[in-house]
């Protein structure tokens, strides 16, 4: 069974998508933060993340610059999702597999994810 991580400050919003991965036959593990995500990784590293970018106590650059200095980390196939606007060369910074943008389309999210997996 395929595992992904999903990191995402809004509970309406991580449950939802924990609701949906679980249907689609993923292992879900979620997280409200990125501090969280990275305890996540130490228990269990998936085959994909889904990041939210802003979120408390630790935001999607400072979780992905974490993930990135883990050699058992850093090759995780790593989705971040916003609805801010962000520049393109400060997403590039992340090295993400993807971007996508809130409010999410499920068959574009399902899609990217399935691509990954």
């Not at 090295?95 to 999210?109: A, M, V, Y």
């Amino acid at each position: 069974m395929k595992k992904i991580l999903v990191v995402e400050d809004d509970t309406s919003i991580r449950e939802l998508l924990v609701e949906i991965f679980e249907i689609e036959g993923y292992e879900v593990h979620s997280s409200s933060n990125g501090l969280e995500g990275i305890y996540s990784l130490e228990k269990q590293i998936p085959d994909v993340i889904l990041m939210d970018i802003f979120m408390p106590i630790m935001d999607g650059f400072a979780f992905r610059k974490e993930q990135m200095g883990n050699p058992a980390w850093n090759l995780i196939p790593t989705v971040a999702m916003s609805a801010q606007n962000q520049k393109e060369e400060e997403l590039m910074t992340l090295g993400l597999t993807n971007f996508i943008s809130k409010p999410l389309e499920l068959d574009h999210l399902l899609a990217t994810i399935r691509s990954l997996t």
